[in-house]
């Protein structure tokens, strides 16, 4: 998938019994029903805390994650976790977090790109998973507020949406996950109604954007 | 040790708490709970939150970021006095989620807003926990009027060090940084300096701040003017020396010992180093004296003429600004200034009756309006008149032209000490409201059957009638007439209803208020018409309806209220939300004006903090809730 996975051993890391038991699990998850309404759905914010490589790049060193569970943001629906000790272990936290709930992240080339780099290279597998990027969402629910595709500050601004710490990946998960909420309220009005509808509209402003 | 996700968010959630009442001083132990069982949830603009078919709510809600507008739904609503709108640390609905009964209202987000969503029964467990949160859902408005006292008595403890008693120490009685000039100085320029400060008491010091003499008013005629003193010489030749010194820490009490066993009129005030801090002088001492209630009481019961009075009239004010900034509530302010204005418009009747003689005349002064319920301010002035009886063996006009000599002279007196004379008219001295108590009924009687726009209009003035000095049976005969007139005539009481729903609480449907759109008064309220008046009617009609004879706007809703079969905890809200917007109005009057212009009742809501603010909009939410119930009962 990317030019760093190629260049590693492709055996796997390596993982405990605990671990594979831990990631087994997460597998056996029953996958949500995505045509279900956005307020019957749990959708999961991620967001990703990297800091640059010696070599050029990107290294994952922490991951944050809200849940918006029937359209409400609950703290005690959060996760957090550091990458610097024990990677593997974080990682499995955090898919056993998301349970395979629709990810939502701002900046999916970004996000979803380090984050499956680091499932690869930590867990030897990329798990097949939904993303939405509410950098293409968005411009096609609020073209009357940021027509073309904008920086995360501009859209939270847009919506009086408080500016998170930069530091902390938890409260830059919240900040998105407030967007999204605003998203849900649009699309529904538009009648795009579930998770399904999102992912279709986003395939086609990709495909429309030739993404 | 990294924070886990849940605490990061949870103190996001407190962090806002903490800036809005009644969360910002709840328990710690509770605001944690709340903290961390808020769920957020996000409302389009134009969208609904709550509705009364949704039957008993889920949660409460408090407004994080955006606007909510509640609407009173059902047969009764009438727009302008439905809506409600609230704003960020805002909650709703406390009522109904309390009792368990269907909203009365209906939320609707105006804006995109986000709210905090407590589940049903977390709001339940809360109040059981937090006595705070409990008083504060029971007694929303009086728990935040406390609220509101204590911040001025914060913001103004400058101000209220300024009522002080004797013991106070002398380092918070020195109004402004001391003027000095250094011993060399030569006495022509130290007097041209002492000129030039407006002091009557020049303090010498060296270069090290410390005081070494003092040179006072009183020592330039004896040893400058009259000695022929060169006024080329340094000051240190002419100045007194040693001055009289006392520390910061001193009382007041010990400088005017001080200053009584050495005759002098000044005290030097020294800080630890002995360096010049202040001067305080005698008269400084005099004003803390004075402006004690019983003091000016007394001063008032004693005085000996006019100017006397006239002082005193001073002293309330000054009492007056100084129980405010003390945070005291403005039931109390109101009687305090009301019993002292009494007693001095009693003095004053009293000095003149020396002059015009009265005596076996069988009379009353009345007081009318504001003054008539206890309820002035300081900027109201005179509504007075008289009542009294006609001896079948005594001729009318001479005696009527005794009262009105007797009344003028008593008007102008008031009019010396502070209460301007009526405008309108409104006084004793006019003989149109010198009456004898047959004239008073038939002129009451008039307004009763024809109770066209001017007729109301003077029942509304009339009608809060109180004897302030004089025979009092003879207003409660007129009283008990009154309330027997009114009280079986349904067709004048819907017009006094009427009358007291001309204008409505200025709620907005957007913004919180409708504020003045006189070029003259941008942003501002009008309190006096658009705020006390609306209670004041209302309570008037219910007096008038259930022969209540009290003309206290507050007792009045007490007990007028009570035999209507209105809830006690209703009418206390209503009662507090009067007695806000009468605090705001005499705050504004002394505070904001308090350099000696005439306090006007325009309020300017966005000059308000957030908390006065809130209060404010809950009192306007009371005036429409006893003006709708005077709607249902008189089908308006």
């Given amino acids: 998938m990317s030019w760093l996975s190629r260049l590693l051993p492709s055996s796997g890391p390596g993982l405990s019994p605990e671990q594979q038991a831990s990631l087994a699990t997460i597998t056996r998850h029953r996958s949500p029903d995505l045509g ?3 307020f019957e759905t749990r959708y999961v914010v991620v967001n990703a805390e ?10 994952l060193i922490g991951v944050g994650a809200v849940a918006i569970n029937r359209g409400l943001l609950h703290p005690a629906e959060s996760f957090r976790a550091e990458l610097l000790t024990a990677p593997a272990d974080a990682l499995l936290g955090l898919l056993h977090f998301i349970a395979r709930a629709p990810l939502v992240v701002y900046n999916a080339p970004f996000n979803q790109g380090i984050l499956e780099r680091g499932f690869e290279q930590n867990l030897g597998s990329v798990p097949a998973l939904e993303w939405l990027d509410l950098m293409v969402i968005m411009p096609s629910l609020y073209p009357e507020r940021i027509a073309g595709q904008a920086s995360m500050d501009a859209w939270l601004s847009a919506f009086g949406i408080d500016r998170p710490d930069r530091h902390d990946a938890v409260l830059e998960a919240l900040a998105v996950a407030q967007l999204h909420q605003v998203a849900l309220a649009r699309a529904k009005a538009q009648g795009l109604n579930t998770p399904q509808d999102l992912l279709e509209s986003q395939t086609s402003r990709k495909w429309l954007r030739g993404s | 040790m990294v924070t886990t996700a849940p605490d990061t968010l949870i103190r996001t959630n407190l962090d806002f708490l903490r800036r809005h009442p009644p969360f910002d001083r709840m328990e710690a132990e ?7 069982r808020l769920a957020t949830a996000f409302y389009p603009a134009d969208s609904e939150i709550l509705m009364p078919e ?3 709510p889920s949660f409460f809600y408090i407004v994080y970021r955006g606007k909510v507008q509640a609407r009173q739904v059902g047969g009764v609503a009438v727009t302008e006095y439905a809506t409600l709108t609230l704003g960020p640390g805002e909650g709703f609905p406390i009522g109904a989620i309390s009792a368990g009964r269907p909203s009365t209202n209906g939320y609707l987000a105006v804006e995109d807003t986000y709210c905090f969503q407590l589940p049903a029964a977390d709001f339940l467990h809360l109040q059981e926990i937090s006595p705070s949160f409990q008083l504060f859902c029971t007694r929303y408005i009086a728990s935040l009027l406390n609220q509101s006292r204590e911040q001025l008595q914060i913001q103004f403890s400058q101000r209220a060090a300024e009522q002080q008693t004797m013991t106070t120490p002398l380092s918070s009685l020195i109004k402004k940084a001391p003027v000095f000039v250094p011993p060399g100085l030569s006495t022509r320029t130290a007097l041209e300096k002492m000129v030039e400060a407006g002091v009557g008491c020049m303090a010498v010091a060296g270069d090290d701040d410390k005081p070494v003499g003092v040179l006072t008013q009183s020592d330039i005629l004896k040893r400058i003017v009259l000695p022929g003193f060169d006024l080329a010489r340094p000051i240190a030749d002419v100045m007194t020396a040693p001055p009289h010194t006392l520390g910061c820490n001193a009382s007041a009490y010990d400088a005017a010992l001080e200053m009584a066993t050495h005759g002098v009129r000044h005290i030097l005030v020294v800080d630890a180093e002995d360096k010049l801090k202040g001067v305080i002088s005698e008269r400084d001492l005099f004003a803390l004296q004075r402006i004690g209630l019983r003091q000016i009481r007394s001063s008032i019961e004693s005085a000996a003429d006019v100017q006397a009075l006239q002082r005193a009239s001073q002293d309330i004010r000054q009492l007056a600004l100084n129980l405010l900034a003390q945070g005291i509530g403005a039931e109390q302010l109101t009687q305090f200034i009301s019993a002292l204005n009494d007693a001095l418009t009693r003095r004053i009747i009293e000095l003149n009756l020396d002059r015009h003689d009265l005596y076996g005349v069988e009379y009353a002064w009345l007081a009318f309006g504001s003054e008539g319920r206890h309820e002035q301010t300081l900027s109201t002035d005179q509504d007075n008149g008289i009542i009294y009886v006609l001896p079948e063996w005594a001729d009318k006009e001479p005696l009527k032209l005794r ?8 008007n102008n007196d008031l009019a010396s000490c502070g209460f301007p004379l009526c405008t309108g008219n409104i006084m004793a001295s006019n003989p149109d409201l010198c009456l004898t108590i047959d004239e008073w009924r038939e002129r009451f009687g008039t307004w ?10 003077n029942a509304t003035i009339f009608f809060d009638f109180r004897v302030l000095f004089g025979d009092e049976k003879l207003a409660y005969r007129l009283r008990h007439w009154l309330l027997s007139m009114t009280g079986g005539n349904p067709a004048f009481l819907k017009a006094m209803a009427t009358n007291a729903l001309d204008v409505s609480p200025p709620l907005g449907k957007i913004r919180d208020f409708v504020t003045d759109d006189d070029p003259k008064y941008p942003g501002t309220i009008d309190l006096k018409k658009f705020g006390a008046r609306l209670f004041v009617d209302a309570a008037r009609v219910l007096a008038l309806r259930t022969g209540v004879e009290a003309t206290s706007t507050v007792q009045r809703l007490r007990q007028g209220g009570g035999r209507i079969g209105m809830p006690a905890e209703e009418l206390a809200a209503m009662a507090d939300g009067f007695h806000f917007i009468q605090l705001l109005r005499l705050r504004h009057q002394h505070l904001d004006t308090d350099h000696g212009a005439p306090g006007d009742n325009r309020v300017k809501p966005d000059d308000l903090n957030e908390l006065d603010r809130r209060i404010l909009k809950e009192a306007f939410r009371q005036a429409r809730k006893i003006q709708l119930r005077l709607k249902l009962d008189y089908q308006i």
């Avoid at chain 1, 990297?50 to 290294?59: E, K, L, T």
């Avoid at chain 2, 009105?404 to 008593?410: G, Q």
């Avoid at chain 2, 009763?448 to 209009?457: G, S, V």
């Fill in chain 2, 403 to 410: 009262l009105l000599e007797f009344a003028r002279d008593v």
């Fill in chain 2, 448 to 457: 009763i059957r024809e109770p066209h726009p001017e007729a109301l209009l």
């Fill in chain 2, 54 to 56: 949704d039957g008993p």
């Fill in chain 1, 50 to 59: 990297s800091r640059p490589m010696d070599g050029g790049g990107q290294r």
């Fill in chain 2, 30 to 36: 509770a605001l944690h709970f709340l903290g961390e």
């Fill in chain 1, 36 to 38: 279900r309404s956005h």
